[in-house]
């Protein structure tokens, strides 16, 4: 499990410039992505911004079938 850096729903906000939860909530899922409801609102993370763009986090704990 990877450290990833917590996007809160404030910077959310200010990150695609729209206040209301419902348009901020589109707009990420729009681009695909992944999002978890806080009670505070939405939050994401960098990781799940990266993978939606198409980058991938390297995972060190993955085995391949060969291995087992």
Avoid: C, H
């Avoid at 990877?2 to 410039?17: C, H, M, P």
């Avoid at 729209?18 to 992505?33: C, H, N, S, W």
């Amino acid at each position: 499990m990877s450290a990833a850096k917590v996007l809160e729903f404030e910077e959310l906000q200010r990150i695609t410039g729209y206040t209301r939860r419902a348009d901020v909530e589109k707009t990420l899922r729009a681009q695909g992505i992944r999002i978890f409801a806080g009670r505070k609102g939405p939050w994401t993370t960098i990781d799940l911004v990266n993978q939606a763009g198409g980058l991938r986090v390297a995972d060190n704990d993955t085995y391949g079938p060969d291995i087992v």
